[in-house]
Each structure stands twice: as structure tokens, then as C-alpha cells.
């Protein structure tokens, strides 16, 4: 028994290393790329006045909570405000990301190769589409798949998941003062791998908690910046009215092939179902990531373009590593001539 966890621990030290030696070479080409200045320079320049001493919300408008902003101010005071120091933030959270998907998609199918996969496959496309930047949105990925993997393993260790569910909720609750939308969504799916009529209230009651906390922080930090009324009309209102009725986009614009990617979650999980029927009903490893499935689908809007699906997919793919797992073991070689056909076909 010994050997064996010995060995998994192994597995999981070499695999991670892999993935993130190729995340770090597959984001080299675009070290000194600067594709555009959207959210990257906001972030940037954001980060640049409270340094000098400006008040968020008071002396500047900005319509993201403060979560994002003061990452990035931490992090120019710990490695300098140099264009080098960004973009070794850039790749820390892509490798960041990298390594949590492989972990998520491990919980959800325990399969190594499947899981490894995954990972450096959303790293080449997301290279390709979204390109190495700092943005609030792969912030809000990073801690939003650090909350699934703690869901995913709280579903594993059933009733001792009481510590997975405070990282779980600190970590998603983390996500909403990003991005107060894709954070919600975490919160939500992650809530799905805590809930039981029967058992683990106290780990529900946890993730409760954990969820309040960063929020409760962040909020002291604005009023005690006397900026709450400024914070509440830039956050709050001006989104609401203004936001979403001027990004509008049809659904996987600037990508053929990416806007399929859900649908063919969709396809694998009614599969599933029906060769598994009614076992999947009582099947929380399925239930959890089908649900962060929904959280990485709906992530994209209200801009749904490439570049928002790309960075709100990695919700996703533990379900769809769940599926090609449980696939590949019903259908053996049926199952990769399928595959092979559905890639030609896309193709």
C-alpha cells in the first residue's frame, strides 16, 4: 500500500514537472509579444496609481473589484515594476493553471495520460488564441480550478473533506473579487460537491465560510479607503447598466472549431448516462464536474468570443477528461475509431 502511494506521488511530481516545463516553453515565443493593451494595460496601469499612492474607485474609475488590482500591486512590489516582472507573472499563472487542470481531470478520471493530455492541450490552444498576458480572467481561472480541484477531492475523501472545502470556498470566493461573475459560477459548482441530504453539512457549513472571507477582507479594504459608495456605483451599477448590452458577440467567434468543444461534452455525458443509467444519478464525481462544466460554458458570456472561451474552458475539461475515461473503458477500440472519425470530421 505504501509503495503504491509512494509511486502515484512519483507519477504526479514527474507528470507536473513535464507539464509545466512545456507550459513554460510553449509561452517563451510570446515572452516579449504584446499582441494589445485591453485588460492587460488596465490591470498595469491600475497597479501603477495605487502604487503611487492613488485611491482605487476615489481617484480613478474602474468597474473590476479590487481582487485583481492588488495582485498585481503585490506583485510589483515583490519583483519590480519592470515589463519582465509581468510577464514572469503571465507564466506563472498559465503554468499555474496548467497544473491544476492536470489535477482536476486526475480527481475526476484517475487516469495519468488522459489528465497530462488535457493540460498541455489547453495550453497550446490558449497560447495560440489568447497569448501569454496578465489578465483578471486567468486570474480568475487560476483560482477558480484551484476550487474545483478542492471539490473534486473533497468528493473523493467524502467525509474528511472538511479542510478541501475551506480552500475550496476561500479560493472561489477569491475568484468573485476578480471577476464577479465567473466567481459566482465557482462558487455555485463548487457548492455541488458539498451538498448531501444526508452527511458532510459541516463541510458545506466550511465552504460557506470560506467563500465570505476574501470578500469580507476586501470589502473592510475599500471603506477603510473611504471608497465604498464609489466602489458599489463602479462595480455594481455600471456593469449591470452598461456592460453586457455593448459585448455582445456570437457565440465562438473568431474560432471554427473551439465553440464545439461544449457540445461534445454534452454528446459524451449523454452517453455516459445512458450506458450508465440510473448509476450516473448517484454519481458525484459526475454531478461536480458536470456542474463546473455549466460554470466554464456560461463563463464566457456575456463576451463569448474565442479568446473568453479559451480562458473559461479549463471548468470544463475535467468533464471531458471524466468522459473519454469512462468511454474509452465501455467502447475500447470502438471508441478511439470514433473519435478519430468526430477529429477528421471537425478537421
Avoid at 13 to 22: D, P, Q
Avoid at 214 to 237: G, H, M, N, R, W
Avoid at 258 to 269: F, G, Q, R
Wanted: aromatic content about 12%.
Amino acid at each position: 500500500m505504501l509503495k503504491a502511494v509512494s509511486s502515484k506521488i512519483v507519477q504526479h511530481g514527474a507528470l507536473i514537472a513535464l507539464i509545466s516545463f512545456i507550459s513554460v516553453f510553449l509561452c517563451m515565443p510570446f515572452l516579449h509579444y504584446v499582441d494589445w493593451l485591453g485588460d492587460e494595460g488596465i490591470l498595469l496601469s491600475d497597479a501603477d496609481r495605487m502604487l503611487n499612492g492613488s485611491v482605487l474607485y476615489s481617484d480613478f474609475f474602474e468597474f473590476l473589484p479590487p481582487g485583481g488590482f492588488l495582485l498585481v500591486e503585490g506583485w510589483f512590489r515583490v519583483a519590480g515594476e519592470t515589463f519582465m516582472s509581468v510577464r514572469i507573472l503571465a507564466v506563472i499563472t498559465n503554468v499555474g493553471i496548467a497544473c491544476f487542470i492536470y489535477l482536476c481531470c486526475f480527481e475526476a478520471c484517475k487516469n495519468f495520460t488522459i489528465s497530462a493530455a488535457t493540460a498541455l492541450a489547453w495550453v497550446l490552444v490558449s497560447q495560440r488564441i489568447y497569448n501569454l498576458q496578465i489578465s483578471h480572467h486567468l486570474f480568475t481561472t487560476l483560482l477558480s480550478m484551484i476550487s474545483a480541484w478542492a471539490a473534486l477531492r473533497g468528493v473523493r475523501f467524502g467525509t474528511t473533506s472538511r479542510g478541501m472545502a475551506i480552500l475550496s470556498g476561500l479560493t472561489a470566493g477569491a475568484a468573485v473579487m476578480v471577476t464577479p461573475t465567473r466567481g459566482a459560477l465557482a462558487i455555485i459548482a463548487s457548492s455541488t460537491a458539498f451538498i448531501s441530504p444526508t452527511r458532510q453539512q459541516p463541510a458545506l457549513l466550511k465552504f460557506v465560510v470560506g467563500c465570505m472571507i476574501i470578500p469580507i477582507i476586501l470589502c473592510v479594504y475599500v471603506l477603510y479607503q473611504d471608497s465604498l459608495i464609489e466602489a458599489f456605483t463602479d462595480v455594481i451599477v455600471f456593469p449591470a447598466t452598461h456592460y453586457a448590452s455593448i459585448n455582445w458577440v456570437p457565440f465562438g467567434s473568431g474560432s471554427r472549431s473551439l465553440k464545439y468543444i461544449h457540445a461534445i461534452n454534452l454528446i459524451m455525458v449523454v452517453s455516459i448516462c445512458i450506458f450508465n443509467w440510473p448509476h450516473c444519478l448517484r454519481d458525484r464525481v459526475l454531478r461536480t464536474s458536470a456542474a463546473f462544466a455549466v460554470a466554464g460554458f456560461m463563463g464566457a458570456f456575456p463576451r463569448p468570443d474565442a479568446s473568453h472561451i479559451v480562458v473559461a474552458l479549463p471548468l470544463a475539461l475535467p468533464l471531458t477528461a471524466y468522459c473519454f475515461a469512462v468511454l474509452i473503458s465501455k467502447l475500447h477500440r470502438r471508441l478511439i475509431y470514433f473519435a478519430a472519425a468526430l477529429a477528421f470530421l471537425l478537421g
